[in-house]
């Protein structure tokens, strides 16, 4: 069973800056998928970014492109979520997310390939 635990949330003012954490309970190969997904109040759950490959390849939403860096530590498993120039707009709940297939450019974002989830962590941005 895997279990992924989320930490780092909070609130910021718009323009400051978050990691988010996510602690895997297994080991994060290459041929581990890991996604960060997000979901505010009222609107469906989006996929944020990825990582995949012993971090060789990345995705990321475009809302986030040139903000939000993926990076992972495979020592710790752990992935971690770096969050600049925060906007109003990126709150809401973060969860991570892994499966153990391949994540591709255009099947990263589906949150139904993943079959593990952490409980998730607040990122509040107030204006």
């Known amino acids: 069973q895997v279990q992924l635990a989320e930490s780092g949330g909070g609130s910021v003012e718009a323009g400051g800056s978050l990691t988010l954490s996510c602690a895997a309970s297994i080991y994060i190969s290459s041929m581990i998928c890991v996604g960060w997904f997000r979901q505010a109040p009222g609107k469906e759950r989006e996929g944020v970014a990825a990582i995949y490959g012993s971090g060789g390849l990345k995705y990321y939403a475009d809302s986030v492109k040139g903000r939000f860096t993926i990076s992972q530590d495979n020592a710790k498993n752990t992935v971690y979520l770096q969050m600049n120039s925060l906007k109003p707009e990126d709150s809401a709940m973060y969860y991570c997310?892994?499966?153990?297939?391949?994540?591709?450019?255009?099947?990263?974002?589906?949150?139904?390939?993943?079959?593990?989830w952490g409980q998730g962590t607040q990122v509040t941005v107030s204006s």
């Open positions: 997310a892994t499966h153990t297939y391949a994540c591709g450019s255009g099947s990263w974002s589906e949150d139904w390939r993943y079959a593990y």
